[in-house]
């Protein structure tokens, strides 16, 4: 079974969506069959890095709320994310542009550690407060994911992997992918959001006998 997943690791439900699934995968008879590939998607590519503002004025301002209301979203999606055993760490976190940190993952795909650099990608941004456009960040990473090093410098360096992305998110708005996490199942059912394990492990049965 094939599992295609669009995702952005600047978004917290990604990540949490991530998890779920996971729970998920872990109960699912043939798990051992399921290969997961994630898709490049932006949440706002025109994003940029901003060193000196954390996220909670960050939200308040662009959607013109109080940074009490800030605050308090963001501690919702902490406690959500707890309950699936993650640590948010909003007031460390740094805005970054993502276009980057989605070529490494491209970069890994084709190396067999594409999941492994998704989620090392998540925890340094919503964890650790790393900026996930910093290049030397990027390379720490891809180091620590089982990368060749200079492999990675190189690649950041030059435009590759541009072109994955782009067809990426171009075949995410073909399909009407307007946000995520986004999940599809065998290329037939799909699930949108960061939905209960169940939902999740239900979609995976009824893809598997729908393939027999």
Known sequence: MKVDIWSDVRCPFCYIGKRKFEMAL??????????VEWHSFELD???TTILDKNA???????????????VE???HVAQTAAEVGLTFN???SVIANSFDA????QMAKQNGAGDLVEENLFKAHFTDGKNIADHEVLLQIGKDSGLNALEVEVMLKSDDFTDEVRYDEKTAQDLGITGVPFFIFDQKLAVSGAQPPETFLGAMIKAGEEAK
Request: hydrophobic share 25%.
């Open 90 to 92: 909003f007031e460390q």
């Open 45 to 47: 590519p025109n994003t």
């Open 26 to 35: 872990a109960q699912f008879e043939h798990k051992d069959e399921v290969e």
């Open 56 to 70: 909670y004025d960050y939200l308040a301002e662009r959607y013109g709320k109080s940074r009490e209301w800030s």
């Open 73 to 75: 979203t963001h501690k």
């Open 102 to 105: 989605h070529r490494l993952i």
